[in-house]
């Protein structure tokens, strides 16, 4: 056999198996849900207004009250709302919400890199990205959480607002497709057969 035929065989070795409808249809679910939670996690802390606690309004960047319940007067030194370490947690909870969308904005390019270049190293771009959202989800979650200790006192079930349930539903989001995607992954890259074969010469 030559040398290019030789080299021939390799490439196709190299080459991803086919996928099932059901594989293709789940990836791009995954990738669909990962979008959809980036798009409502950059919305609700552009918004960043999350609790309505009486006659105040509290916010990722700012802190608002209303005045004869018709006017908001906001102010962006959180130290006014005279709430114990809100204006310096606050700082910590905006760094962590906003890298999480950071990172799964990352993690959604290497899924997607992953489907439209299909090649040997198609599963790990994919394992990249889905750690990616793994990561995001843990940074998301403490945002959230930050933000919930800080206003622990204020807080009451129907005072948070419906962009902080927006995070909270992208943060649940970027939770499952981490973990679909880290599962199907796993699964159809230990029933793929091997993409280089040995050639005989």
Do not use: Y
Request: aromatic share 10%.
């Amino acid at each position: 056999m030559t040398a290019l035929g030789v080299q021939a065989q390799r490439l196709l070795g190299q080459r991803r198996p086919p996928r099932s409808f059901f594989e293709s249809f789940t990836r791009g679910l995954i990738i669909l849900c990962a979008s959809l939670a980036v798009v409502l996690s950059s919305i609700s802390i552009c918004d960043g207004q999350w609790l309505l606690a009486d006659d105040r309004l509290f916010g990722l960047w700012r802190f608002c009250t209303a005045s004869n319940q018709t006017e908001l007067h906001c102010l962006r030194d959180l130290s006014q709302a005279q709430v114990p370490w809100l204006a310096s947690g606050m700082v910590v909870a905006r760094i962590v919400a906003s890298l999480a969308v950071v990172v799964a904005i990352f993690g959604l390019e290497f899924l997607i890199v992953s489907q439209v270049c299909e090649d040997s190293l198609a599963w790990r771009k994919w394992a990249v990205g889905s750690a990616l959202l793994l990561i995001s989800f843990i940074l998301s979650f403490g945002g959230l959480l930050s933000f919930l200790v800080l206003l622990r006192s204020q807080v009451t079930l129907w005072g948070l607002t419906l962009m902080f349930w927006s995070d909270f539903t992208a943060s649940f989001l970027l939770f499952l497709n981490a973990i679909s995607g880290l599962h199907i992954n796993s699964i159809t890259h230990n029933n793929m057969h091997p993409w280089s074969l040995p050639t005989k010469v």
